[in-house]
């Protein structure tokens, strides 16, 4: 089955996400929607293309709708803020019909119903190919966590997993699961989402500052940064995921270094006061210790010198 | 000249748009802007697609970029609001160096100073054909103006005209302008905006709700009035622009019929108590009377019932 006209899918969206919805003021389908702010909004949008950031051989229909979301709930994660509803644009290909549709919006629906998020409204078009943007926004909970904000000697930290979702895209490109990499191919699909540790993060005021991980730590730590500081890792191959570190042995790979250059982890990377750091240890089961913030620029991989690009988004085209 | 990493892309918007603003919280380049709302937002999101919403044979660069953020404006018009700030997605094909995005920064952050808009943040992606995916927020000024509030015997009018950039739209294509339709080709390749119009709307209370006219008024009207309510145009040929006239005529088309199928008008469309009319004509210059809310659905002409079908995303594929 396909859709005959703009309203018709319309109305199969509506199956999936309610018309209204206490985060949202209006019903969907007016020319904008309302949002009641008792606060500060924070706010984001991204894109989620076909080849670019998803490839239809080995994302399901409900693996796309499910990421395109989490990609932007990790965005509102990364300011220590509460997701609270977001903005869907389409665009849609000829050849897809409702069957396609049906398991998208099942994938994209299920992460929205658990974390209560309102879908406000959006735009379709027909296009060449299978796009997705997501603009979300979130309420702060009492602060909000920014990059830039570290200070020499403070402690760096990550919640979550780093090279567990390159080592399933790999073994996802590949098409060749040599090692029952589970949860690394979760991880590519799936990603796993912090909200709740973002919010708790927030709460702790010896945490200084927060982001998301996506184009690899080795890329992001300097945004992290800022150009003045610098950072001395001190990762032990035992901080990797056992299923990163088999995938990486495997390819005579160094497994801390392909774990730095992961890509799209969709972790939390932090920094705080390192007299908070047994506390936060203690709070979150997830917290994994990453280094030192030092008062000079560069990346020290256990105090020596370290030089490496991560992904860029001009000079790794697809 | 192009651009060697993403970075040196970002950089290069910085010189369009300022990194700070009064209308953001935050510098341009977290993972999240921050919004302080002082009272409820508006917030929109549009699609805006090479061959779907725009030719390059005809868009100069400055022109795509120009309509791009035009058509988000007129969403915060509808509801009566004042635009504030957006966020951008970018869609970057290969084949665009930086004299086209000088351009294309150039027409957008001319509109973006005009209204002064803050440009929030957003993303950018590698992609096979040249697409901007923008999200805008506004401010409501008493109250917002919405869809589906008009009552049996309300007057209906649009502020701006209709048919205009359809006219403009049909010249460009078929390269060939014939009338001089100098004011028809700007309506569709830099669509006039109605923001302090739509504001001042909102402070007569006889109006009752607004929307932005973007598929053709045939086809907007029936959303605008809801499933309850019809309406009885009564158009005049001399109510419609002389360059839709002799376009329409030439093309042994009616001219009132012509312009109802406009598309992409972004004209104001609204429905007030007819006691305020007078009021309202007066006020403003661009006031075009319509017609009158029936109490029953269906749209006449001059007493007489019409059919027709507007545009629609699904079944005019290009």
Request: net charge negative; with cysteine.
């Amino acid at each position: 089955m396909t859709f005959l006209s703009e309203s018709d899918f319309l109305n199969f969206i509506n199956r999936y996400f309610p018309l209204i919805h206490p985060n949202i003021l209006l019903e969907r389908g007016d020319d904008c929607n309302l949002i009641s702010s008792k606060g500060n909004l924070c706010i984001s949008s991204d894109l989620f293309l076909e080849e670019s950031h998803f490839s239809r051989q080995y994302f399901s229909a409900g693996d796309i709708g499910y990421k395109a979301l989490a990609v932007n709930i990790s965005d509102i994660s990364a300011m220590g803020a509460r997701p609270q509803g977001f903005l869907l644009n389409l665009m849609i290909p000829e050849d897809l019909g409702s069957d396609f549709w049906a398991n998208f919006f099942d994938g994209m629906s299920q992460l929205a119903n658990h974390f209560d998020l309102a879908l406000a409204g959006g735009d379709i078009s027909r296009a060449r190919f299978l796009g997705i943007d997501i603009t979300i926004w979130g309420n702060i909970n009492n602060r909000c966590l920014e990059r830039k904000r570290c200070r020499s000697g403070d402690v760096l930290f990550v919640i979550g997993q780093l090279g567990l979702a390159r080592t399933g895209r790999k073994m996802l490109e590949t098409g060749n699961d040599l090692f029952g990499s589970l949860e690394a191919i979760k991880a590519h699909l799936r990603p796993r989402l912090f909200v709740e540790q973002a919010v708790s993060l927030s709460d702790f005021s010896g945490v200084r500052g927060l982001m998301d991980v996506s184009d690899g730590l080795v890329r992001d730590l300097p945004r992290f940064l800022g150009p003045e500081l610098g950072a001395d890792l001190l990762i032990r191959e035992d901080n990797i995921h056992p299923e990163v570190v088999k995938y990486a042995t495997s390819q005579g790979c160094c497994p801390v270094e392909f774990a730095l250059h992961g890509g799209e982890d969709y972790c939390l990377l932090g920094c705080a006061d390192k007299g908070v750091m047994s506390e936060l240890k203690a709070y979150f089961p997830e917290f994994m210790y990453l280094g030192q913030v030092l008062p000079t620029p560069g990346l020290k991989l256990s105090g020596v010198t370290y030089q490496s690009d991560g992904f860029d988004h001009f000079s790794n085209m697809i």
